[in-house]
C-alpha cells in the first residue's frame, strides 16, 4: 500500500540531501529552485558565480530573506533616509522582483506571495505541480 505524504516543513535542501528517500513526499512552500523565471534563474545563476562548487540550494529558509534585505534597501532609498517610521511606510510603495517573483509588502507589513505545492523525486530534487498565485495573507496585525 502506497500513503501520499506532505511536509511543510522539509524544505528543497533537506530533501535534496535525503535523496531517493524522499522520493514522493509533497512540499508547500513559496520558493523552489525549479521556479521557471527569468528572475530565478538570473538568481541561481549569480549563486553558482559567486560560490560555484560550494554552492547550496537556495530555499523556503533562504530566499525570504535575501528579499527582505532587498526590499529594505529599495524602502531607504524610496524613502531618502534610515528613519524607521520612513521606511516602515515606503515598505509599501517598493517592489523587488526576486526569485520568488514580484514581493511588496502590504501596510501591514505583509505581503501576498504565490504558493508553490511540489513534490520530490528520486535524486531528491523538486518539481512544481501546483502553483497558487498571490495568495493573500489576510489580516495578521489589526491593531497597525
Known amino acids: 500500500m502506497t500513503a ?5 516543513a522539509l524544505d528543497e535542501g533537506t530533501a535534496k540531501s535525503l535523496g ?3 522520493e514522493g513526499i509533497y512540499l508547500g ?3 523552489y529552485t525549479s521556479i521557471d523565471s527569468e528572475s530565478n534563474a538570473k538568481f541561481l ?4 558565480d559567486k560560490f560555484g562548487a560550494e554552492t547550496k540550494t537556495a530555499s523556503e529558509l533562504s530566499v525570504p530573506q535575501y528579499d527582505a534585505i532587498h526590499l529594505y534597501a529599495l524602502a531607504v532609498a524610496k524613502a531618502g533616509t534610515t528613519d524607521t517610521d520612513a521606511v516602515v511606510k515606503a515598505l509599501s510603495e517598493v ?5 520568488r517573483g514580484p514581493i511588496q509588502m502590504s501596510k501591514q507589513r505583509h505581503a501576498p506571495l504565490t504558493m508553490y505545492l511540489a513534490q520530490v523525486n528520486a535524486q531528491g530534487d523538486t518539481k512544481i505541480i501546483k502553483t497558487e498565485p498571490n495568495v493573500d495573507p489576510g489580516e495578521q496585525c489589526p491593531d497597525l
Open 45 to 48: 545563476k549569480a549563486l553558482k
Open 29 to 31: 512552500g513559496t520558493y
Open 95 to 99: 517592489t523587488f522582483d526576486g526569485p
Open 20 to 22: 531517493a528517500d524522499a
Open 4 to 8: 501520499l505524504y506532505g511536509n511543510y
